[in-house]
Nanobody
Framework: QVQVVESGGGSVQAGGSLRLSCAVYGYSFTYSTYCVGWSRQAPGKEREGVARINWDGTTTYADSVQGRFTISQDNPKNIFYLEMNSLKPEDTAMYYC?????????????WGQGTQVTVSS
């Protein structure tokens, strides 16, 4: 059974940095396709895909975070990070680690419980 667990949220002032961590259990990342990403949702706003890393190492970012956020994968390969720099108040949201293992990752089937990020001005 796949389990996604996030950690690392918190409160920070604008301009500061945070690193979110995500552990994905119950899947073999060594020889299989996958995509793992971060999605966020702020109160009253639509959900937004923030960043994604694919099994081949390629990454994509939302325009709103390009150049400020970095998604990475650690060894063991089931650990993922979202490094967030130059944080802005508009980055305040609940952040979810998301994963999918189907070819092409049409959407994210697995979600973590979320971790809150609050950026004050």
């Amino acid at each position: 059974q796949v389990q996604v667990v996030e950690s690392g949220g918190g409160s920070v002032q604008a301009g500061g940095s945070l690193r979110l961590s995500c552990a994905v259990y119950g899947y073999s990342f060594t020889y299989s396709t996958y995509c793992v990403g971060w999605s966020r949702q702020a109160p009253g706003k639509e959900r937004e895909g923030v960043a994604r890393i694919n099994w081949d190492g390629t990454t994509t970012y939302a325009d709103s975070v390009q150049g400020r956020f970095t998604i990475s994968q650690d060894n063991p390969k089931n650990i993922f990070y979202l490094e967030m720099n130059s944080l802005k108040p508009e980055d305040t949201a609940m952040y979810y680690c998301v994963a999918d293992f189907r070819l092409g990752c049409p959407d994210y089937r697995y979600w973590g419980q979320g971790t809150q990020v609050t950026v004050s001005s």
